[in-house]
């Protein structure tokens, strides 16, 4: 496999310098984060450790816009809610290293890892700040929680071509590689024992979920000689850890193994799992028992529009494209529309305006679907674990039961009611 470029730390001359900058610079406006959860082309990201610096890797999707006018600006802040940051400062062309692909540019560039402290958050941007808008553009804009996985990590997923992967699944049977800084090191991973279950409902009891295990169960493992292709047939949750006998290893890297062509649903099973956020346990029965359980699918979807195909298609296409883009959005030790921010997203849609605390919590509104058709707000904290470090749990409320229920309503109402304000949207 191609190795990817030896990094050489940048800025340092300007270190003592941008602290001064920064002070002077004006406060932010604090941030929308709903826009990085707009499904579609994004900014991608990754980062590995390559001595004292911290290497970074940008795919921006077409048409990637840089040079005069949009430069690829860096800011370092405290908080999500910090008002003035520790520094920011832009990249020059030269140390970018643009490659132009057919539907996308990447780019890699080095930060010396003295200039990025443990538990700040850093933005990504490539187009210019504009000063009355807060909101956040998922193809120019990206955030990063600066962590101690993300800040020390030797090492970075690769597909076949030996480019990053820049994202934590795979296909069964997918072949990926693991490429680590300095010589090549052997890999050694774990599969375990995971249960795919679903988020319950927002009014939940936080004790009502199924107890998991204390230790994860390990069901296969082994170690795979130094630069050799990875390839898993069977699907779960991997932990690959870089080094050999004798030597130190790396922190471990979580990577779920998808059936099929996730994040996309194509089987009948993929396509009625969803649906337990919608119907009962029996209605799901019937459904897999069917002769042929995908027309069952179509059928229960007709039903519901009373016969109008193109009321029944629509709901289709809105109802799985928010799978999907869940599954993109929130993968983790599992499936993305099974997390609790998928779930929200499927039932509810994308928030129309989401904000980050300084203590990580994220906060949902959503200008309708509270009281007497007024706004809700759901709060999410972050429950990061080796195995899913962006994990969000939702803080649940009995409150919430009533409006719950509407909005799944709103999902199987007849079509004289999907005229009105009860039309699920495709936001």
């Known amino acids: 496999m191609p190795r990817l470029p030896y990094c050489s730390p940048f800025w340092v001359r300007l270190g003592w310098l941008l602290p001064l900058l920064c002070a002077f610079a004006p406060p932010a406006p604090r941030p929308d984060y709903a826009g990085l959860y707009r499904d579609g082309p994004r900014l991608e990201v990754d980062t ?27 800011t370092v802040w405290p908080s999500y809610e910090a008002k003035v940051p520790l520094w920011q400062d832009s990249v020059p062309r030269r140390q970018q290293h643009p490659r ?30 504009d000063a009355k808008e807060d909101y956040q553009e998922p193809t120019t804009t990206a955030w990063l ?90 699907p779960g949750l991997y932990s690959l850890r870089v080094g050999g006998a004798g030597a130190a290893l790396s922190g471990p890297l979580a990577v779920m193994v998808a059936d099929n062509d996730y994040p996309a649903l194509t089987t009948a099973a993929e396509l009625i799992e969803p649906l337990r956020y919608l119907t009962t346990s029996q209605e799901r029965q019937r459904l897999t028992n069917a002769a042929d359980p995908k027309r ?13 195909q ?69 709060t999410f904290r972050p429950r990061p674990s080796t195995f899913a470090p962006d994990y969000y749990e939702l803080v ?14 709103k999902w199987r109402t007849p079509p004289t009611a999907l005229t009105g304000p009860n039309v699920p949207r495709a936001r």
Request: proline fraction near 9%.
């Open 296 to 308: 069952a699918v179509d059928k229960f979807w007709l039903d519901i529009a009373q016969g109008n």
């Open 100 to 129: 132009p692909e057919t539907e996308a540019t990447r780019l890699s560039f080095c930060v010396a890892a003295a200039r990025l402290p443990r538990g700040a958050v850093l933005e990504l941007r490539t187009s210019p700040v």
């Open 396 to 409: 649940r409320r009995p409150e919430y039961e009533l409006l719950w229920y509407a909005a799944v309503e």
């Open 145 to 234: 929680r600066l962590t101690d996985a993300l800040l020390t990590r030797p090492f970075v997923l690769i597909d076949s071509l030996g480019q990053p992967l820049l994202r934590r699944y795979v296909q069964a049977g997918e072949p990926f590689g693991v490429d680590h800084f300095g010589l090549y090191q052997p890999v050694r991973w774990k599969r375990y024992a995971v249960s795919q279950v679903a988020a319950l409902p927002p009014m939940s009891r936080s004790n009502a979920a199924p107890g998991g295990p204390a230790v994860l169960p390990v069901l296969d493992s082994a170690t795979t000689r130094p630069g050799e292709p990875l390839r898993f047939d069977e």
């Open 48 to 74: 590995r450790r390559e001595g004292d610096s911290l290497r970074f890797y940008l795919r921006l999707p077409a048409p990637a816009r840089l040079g005069p006018g949009h430069a690829l600006q860096l």
């Open 310 to 378: 193109s009321l029944g298609k629509e709901l289709i296409r809105r109802y799985y494209g928010r799978v999907t883009a869940a599954n993109r959005l929130f993968a983790a030790h599992k499936a993305g529309w099974l997390t609790d921010r998928g779930l929200l997203y499927v039932v509810l849609g994308p928030p129309p305006s989401v904000r980050r605390l300084f203590t990580g919590e994220e906060r949902w509104f959503y200008s309708e679907g509270g009281v007497n058709g007024g706004p809700v707000t759901y």
